[in-house]
């Protein structure tokens, strides 16, 4: 069987999901097409932390080596890996959805104006399917530290009325 390949038009927000999408498969994928930017050079330079090879091809091209659902962080708040989403809030709270799957400590933070961003629908979320979350500021805004240990499966409802993502 043939694969199937789909030209689309570079999208911010379909970049962002594609590059996760592979950072959490097995093996390699290639992305073409890639919106690049500041937002989705955040996205990948903390994929990246986390465990997943991601190198640049040419315009757009990207070959991203998986971490097979294993995405890592350090072993204890001192350590946490840093997240710098700067002031991208599609991958401040689509990365710390994610993130929060995966094991360890992730220190999640960016510019101040990222800092102004309310979180408290996701993390309230989170919390309840077993992630943590140490504050470093104000409670349910970055910057905080996500400690992960994996996700328990449950049912979930998000509140839409804070973020379209």
Not at 73 to 101: I, K, N, Y
Not at 114 to 121: D, I, K, N, T, Y
Not at 138 to 145: D, T
Request: glycine residues 12%; neutral net charge.
């Amino acid at each position: 069987m043939n694969p199937i390949i789909i030209d689309a038009p570079p999208s911010k927000s379909i970049s962002h999901r594609l590059l996760m999408a592979a950072a959490l498969a097995g093996g390699e994928s290639r992305l073409s097409n890639i919106l690049e930017s500041k937002d989705t050079e955040r996205t990948m330079a903390v994929l990246a932390a986390a465990g997943a090879d991601i190198r640049r091809e040419g315009p757009g091209a990207f070959a991203v080596r998986g971490a097979a659902g294993r995405l890592r962080g350090g072993e204890s708040q001192e350590t946490a890996v840093a997240c710098d989403m700067h002031e991208s809030g599609t991958s401040c709270r689509l990365l710390t959805a994610l993130l929060a799957a995966g094991q360890g400590a992730f220190r999640i933070f960016g510019a101040e104006r990222l800092h102004e961003r309310p979180m408290a629908g996701l993390t309230d979320v989170l919390e309840g399917l077993g992630a943590k979350f140490v504050w470093l500021g104000q409670k349910s805004y970055p910057p905080f530290v996500l400690l992960a240990h994996g996700l328990r499966g449950s049912e979930a409802v998000a509140p839409g009325a804070e973020s379209s993502q």
